[in-house]
């Protein structure tokens, strides 16, 4: 089969999981037919096929994450759409304060199998409340996995695994990952979350990314192997729980790391990744590890404003070149 978009392939996932499990349900703003399938049409067609399992909400996301946390307790496995990430602001208390929480306050005995979708992401120009990364607010939240999948086969196994996982699971995909096309996934085949991927072998210096940087690093890649200079590229896939194995392993065998995210830089998943390589391979280390990130502040509107917010291909590569020096 020839290249396929992320939308396609989470439209299949979907797709696939609730013709397996009746107990698969959708939420969200828009998302059944007659209002459209969705902003970006992922839902689209499910409704006409599956009728009330695909319900689209009232503009309260508060109101439709606090039913899809009751329907998970009840024995559902709900899908919940949030249109922008920035959105999850409006119901945090139902994710973190009830969601996340509740395996843990009811001594194991009530799960909260549900998968909060959504999406983000600059170069859009749709200002500082509707494209942030806000992945390091959940991953700092015990009770939630955290998953941002980079490319159309990634996004379909791993989303299949999310809707499986009988914890709740917050699904990021990044805003152009919809139409750029990569290979198809295998329907059927779902991916384990929590594990890396190893996307080009290298020697002399570990690039890890996850979600839109995985379209930055592997063109620096290629620049540098031209100069003898050996990458290493990690997409990790899941941020939390991290892939802790793959990433030190890679490591310990090249001595260099950078991390690269589109988040802001501070208390962000890079601090994260280098604290934890410090504390396990400080002696292994041939230099420190270092992060390449947007600066620290809201995304702004203007194209040459949202240009200089994020970071770029030639930042990627004076981290990589900082390390070998």
Not at 21 to 42: H, M, Q, R, S, T
Not at 200 to 229: C, F, N, Q, W
Not at 236 to 241: A, D, E, I
Not at 251 to 272: I, L
């Amino acid at each position: 089969m020839s290249n396929v978009n992320m939308i396609q392939s989470l439209n299949w996932a979907l797709h696939d999981a609730m013709e397996a499990d009746d107990n698969v349900i959708l939420f969200g703003e828009e998302i059944a037919d007659p209002e459209g399938g969705g902003i970006v049409k992922i839902s689209a067609g499910l409704s006409t096929k599956f009728g009330s399992r695909v319900r689209s909400t009232p503009i309260s996301e508060m109101g439709f994450m606090g039913a899809a946390v009751g329907a998970a307790v009840a024995g559902m496995k709900p899908v919940v759409e949030i249109m922008l990430m920035n959105f999850v602001a409006v119901c945090m208390d139902q994710i973190t304060n009830h969601a996340a929480k509740l395996r843990f306050m009811s001594g194991g005995q009530t799960s909260v199998p549900m998968v909060i979708r959504t999406m983000t992401g600059s170069g859009f120009q749709n200002g500082g409340q509707h494209s942030d990364f806000l992945e390091a607010w959940f991953c700092h939240t015990p009770g939630i996995k955290v998953v941002m999948p980079s490319n159309a086969a990634d996004a379909y196994g791993l989303l299949r695994s999310a809707i499986d996982d009988p914890d709740p699971v917050l699904f990021v995909d990044y805003l152009n990952n919809y139409w750029t096309p990569s290979a198809p996934p295998t329907r059927g085949e779902k991916i384990p979350l929590g594990k890396a991927r190893i996307h080009g072998a290298g020697t002399d210096v570990t690039v890890i990314g996850y979600s839109r940087s995985m379209l930055d690093i592997p063109p620096v890649a290629e620049k540098l192997a031209k100069e003898g200079i050996s990458v290493e590229v990690i997409d990790l896939r899941t941020v939390s729980p991290l892939d802790m194995d793959t990433i030190l392993t890679s490591v310990k065998k090249t001595g260099r790391c950078v991390v690269v995210h589109e988040a802001v830089k501070s208390f962000g998943v890079g601090a994260e990744v280098s604290s934890r390589i410090h504390e396990s391979l400080f002696k292994e280390l041939k230099a420190p590890v270092q992060r390449v990130a947007s600066n620290d502040s809201p995304v702004p509107y203007a194209p040459p404003l949202e240009a200089a917010f994020l970071y770029s291909h030639a930042d990627i590569e004076a981290a990589i070149r900082k390390t070998l020096a």
